[in-house]
């Protein structure tokens, strides 16, 4: 696929580029400096990407870019959540300009995108339950107002997934390609994180699934490359299996 990756300069951004590229799909990188991105990749990762300059709240750039490169995918990390519901990020901004600017490319373009948007795993859904991960660990809650925005698209617009990882860790600084990992596949599932470990201690009145909930995140700390070589391989399918939904992934072999 043709890929426009928005914010490629950041932690996870920057080990999107080799993913793509070792999957063997086309990219475009949307930063705000061409600079940074070149001083950040080797010269022969550069050398392979072409690079759009512009503003990610500006969603007729963002528009105008998918359109004039003629990219049908999309994968938005730009921006980075708050961790705390009392300190403020423009991730939100971001979000509904970027989604604003995919909108208007499909409605030029009369064909559906496939885009990927980054998370986190709050908006996971707490398992056998309607109620989502944040209701019980409030961190990062900017994904939710994201989530919320994806939810109100009308069918066959936007082909999204939101990817929701916790924490994520660097392998390397070895943005190459081909991508080399000795870390295995991740293991994902629509809606709620895989391989939950529940507990009896989800019952006990008015902490028990903030209990669990925290018992259980630790355990999905996963690699920025795994991540990163996730959306790479699932870019391959036609029909993706994690179509309009949220995704929690795994190293399962931990
Ligand atoms: N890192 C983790 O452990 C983790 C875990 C779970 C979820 N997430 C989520 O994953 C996403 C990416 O995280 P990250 O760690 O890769 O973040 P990051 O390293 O802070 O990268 C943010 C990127 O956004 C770009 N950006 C910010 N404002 C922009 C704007 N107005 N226009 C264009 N680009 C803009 C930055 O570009 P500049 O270089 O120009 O500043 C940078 O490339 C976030 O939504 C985060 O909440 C991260």
């Not at 022969?44 to 750039?61: C, L, M, P, R, Y």
């Not at 499909?106 to 948007?117: A, C, G, I």
């Amino acid at each position: 696929m043709k890929v426009l990756l928005i914010g490629a300069t950041g932690n996870i951004g920057c080990r999107l580029v080799p993913a793509l590229l070792t999957h063997g799909h086309t990219v475009v990188a949307y930063v705000r400096s061409s600079n940074k991105l070149e001083s950040l990749l080797p010269s022969a990762t550069f050398q392979q990407i072409s690079v759009v300059e512009g503003n990610a709240k500006d969603s007729t750039a963002v528009k105008n870019a998918i359109i004039n490169t003629k990219c049908d995918a999309v994968v938005n990390c730009a921006g980075l959540a708050a961790m705390v519901p009392w300190s403020s990020s423009d991730l939100p901004e971001i979000f509904r300009s970027v989604l604003e600017g995919v909108k208007e490319a499909v409605t030029d373009r009369k064909k559906p995108l496939r885009v990927w948007f980054m998370a986190g795993m709050g908006v996971l859904h707490f398992p056998g339950t309607d109620s989502l991960l944040t209701n019980y660990l409030p961190i990062f809650r900017e994904h939710r107002i994201n989530y919320q925005l994806l939810q109100e698209l009308p069918p066959n617009t936007v082909d999204w997934t939101m990817l929701c990882p916790s924490t994520m860790v660097p392998e390397s600084s070895d943005f190459s390609v081909p991508t080399k990992s000795s870390y295995a596949r991740l293991t994902g599932n629509a809606r709620t994180p895989p391989q939950w470990q529940d507990s009896w201690i989800k019952h006990i009145p008015f902490i028990g699934r903030t209990l669990l909930a925290g018992m259980n995140a630790g355990r999905y700390t996963t690699t920025l490359e795994q991540n990163a070589d996730f959306i790479a391989a699932d870019l391959e399918t036609v029909d993706s299996q994690w179509s309009c939904t949220t995704v929690g992934i795994i190293d399962g072999s931990k």
